[in-house]
């Protein structure tokens, strides 16, 4: 039988109590976070969801409106997925990276091609440095296509993620029918353009730190599908770039945050941002962050929507199969800014 040693040291959750010098995880000194540049003092807007549904409709589609046209990062309440789900699948997660590490490191894979893995850092095939995360990342949409093939340890977790991940989808179809409409769109616009759709959840663990201000928990970036809501838990550590300054993002019991990604900066040809943000680690207490990535299926074709194109606002980026995207989304050699959004970009003559 092989030994899994070598495995298990791929994976951070096991190891690594010290960062200094040139430890993979240190980054270099002109790319490190500064801690006493962190604002504290700005709250993102928090959309209360109770009456989307209601006579207030428009006045919370305002509401979106204007946090998608600002920053593309708003906290949302009384959302309605169940309070019961949430913290089932917090728990399961918490299980998850509390088992024995021999338990999880079958699904280490570094083949980005491998839909359900375990993991460390973004890409650790493309160089240094890491980030100090390790996460557990599947699709979940269609999700009988895809349940057979997520873990079976814990015992429960199928069945906890398999209710998360539909609850999720809910609350996101909810969320794309109210942001077409704040497109100035029907509701079903964003749902169409999407295709076949794509659900992918994330389990990201952030085991403390010794060295928060060497190292990121996730390096700046703008994700790339559609649309990101994520169950934060209650340690902070995200933090969203407004204005040039880094603003810190504190959980709210039983919120979720949502990011605009880099497709609806596209289709909405740039009236809505994709917010750039990362993640800072501490040095007492892990941190396990849950996204849920959302947005168009693969054999998509992407461009900014006709209707939010004309003379006045001509087409800052081109069409492409969002196949095209993804890959080069992966093919970066770490998280940087909104770095790719930019390639897809079109040079307007001055
Ligand atoms: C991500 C991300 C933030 C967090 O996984 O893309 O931005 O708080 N995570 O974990
Ligand atoms: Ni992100």
Redesign the pocket.
């Known amino acids: 039988m092989t030994s899994i040693a070598p495995v298990v040291e791929k994976l951070l959750s096991n190891h690594h109590n010290h960062l200094q010098g040139q430890d993979k995880y240190v980054f270099p000194p002109g790319e490190r976070l500064d801690m006493s540049q962190i604002c504290h003092s700005y709250t993102f807007p928090i959309i209360d969801l109770k009456d989307l549904d209601g006579p207030h409709r428009i006045k919370l589609v305002n509401e979106i409106r204007q946090a998608c046209e600002e920053d593309g990062f708003f906290q949302i309440i009384n959302h309605g997925a169940s309070e019961t789900v949430m913290k089932s699948m917090m728990g399961i997660a918490k299980e998850f990276f509390e088992m024995p590490v021999e338990d999880r490191v079958c699904l280490n894979s570094e083949n980005l091609r491998e839909t359900v893995r375990i993991f460390t850092s973004f890409n650790v095939t493309k160089g240094q440095p890491f980030e100090w995360k390790d996460?557990l990342r599947h699709p979940c949409h269609p999700l009988e296509e895809f349940i057979n093939s997520w873990p079976q340890k814990p015992a429960l977790y199928r069945e906890v993620a398999g209710k998360y991940c539909k609850e999720l989808r809910v609350l996101v179809l909810r969320l794309l029918a109210a942001i077409s409409e704040a497109l100035g769109q029907d509701p079903d616009y964003l749902n169409e353009i999407f295709g076949n759709h794509s659900q992918v959840l994330?389990i990201?663990y952030?085991r403390a730190c010794p060295n928060p201000d060497l190292t990121f928990?996730?390096a700046p970036?703008s994700?790339p599908r559609g649309i990101?809501v994520?169950m934060?838990g209650d340690v902070s550590?995200?933090e969203v770039l407004k204005d040039g300054k880094w603003v810190a993002v504190e959980p709210i019991p039983n919120a979720f945050v949502v990011n605009l990604a880099d497709q609806l900066e596209v289709i909405s040809n740039g009236r809505f941002k994709s917010a750039e943000?990362?993640?800072v680690t501490n040095k007492t207490t892990a941190?396990i962050?849950i996204?849920t990535?959302y947005g168009p299926s693969l054999d998509t074709f992407i461009a900014p929507a006709a209707a939010m194109v004309d003379e006045e606002h001509p087409a800052l980026y081109r069409g492409y199969k969002f196949e095209e995207y993804m890959a080069a989304f992966w093919s970066k050699c770490g998280l940087k800014g909104k770095s790719i959004l930019d390639r897809f970009k079109i040079e307007v003559s001055p």
């Open positions: 996460y994330h990201s952030y928990g996730i970036h994700d990101t994520l934060q550590g995200l943000h990362r993640a941190r962050s996204p990535f």
